[in-house]
């Protein structure tokens, strides 16, 4: 009780204006699950729908025992496994590089079966080119920027 005898939190007046308090629209519940008028008004995009999710990929083996990682966005893969061989064109050793990341694509289900088919496609021709920089130019690199990962 106020010390003016009265019971503001059991009365429509807010406390020392004298005037009602103003009037609330339906609250979301505060727990338990949502129903009626306030599910509809909630959304959830999905990160995953998005290609937000973040992706582990195995690391080529440097010579040490350390199973290393890396990570990449979804949405990214491609990009990042073109990047890759693009550096390992310069050895020599980007047809490892490319077979590498498709064993990890195929072991992690990353890809539908007819992309993971082009990608392993794309290794044994890499691996038999003469001139492995115009093929990563022309096809490889036009493929692994197109690709997309399948949903979960």
């Known amino acids: 009780m106020s010390s003016d005898g009265m019971l503001y939190d059991k009365s429509n007046l807010s406390p020392g204006s004298g005037k009602p308090a103003p009037e609330r629209g339906p609250q979301a519940p505060t727990s338990g699950p949502v129903t009626g008028e306030h599910a509809d008004n909630l959304a959830y995009p999905s990160l995953s729908s998005e290609g937000r999710v973040e992706i582990e990929l195995p690391m080529l083996n440097s010579g040490s025992s350390v199973f290393k990682v890396t990570k990449c966005r979804a949405c990214d893969l491609g990009r990042f496994i073109s990047r890759q061989v693009a ?12 077979s590498h990341y498709a064993g990890a ?4 289900k990353l890809l539908a079966s007819h992309s993971q088919r082009k990608m392993d496609e794309m290794v044994i021709r890499l691996a038999n080119s003469k001139h492995p920089k115009t093929l990563f130019e022309t096809e490889v690199r036009p493929l692994l920027e197109s690709l997309k990962p399948q949903a979960r």
């Open 87 to 98: 550096a390992a064109l310069g050895t020599g050793q980007a047809h490892v590089t490319l």
């Open 105 to 108: 694509c195929c072991g992690g």
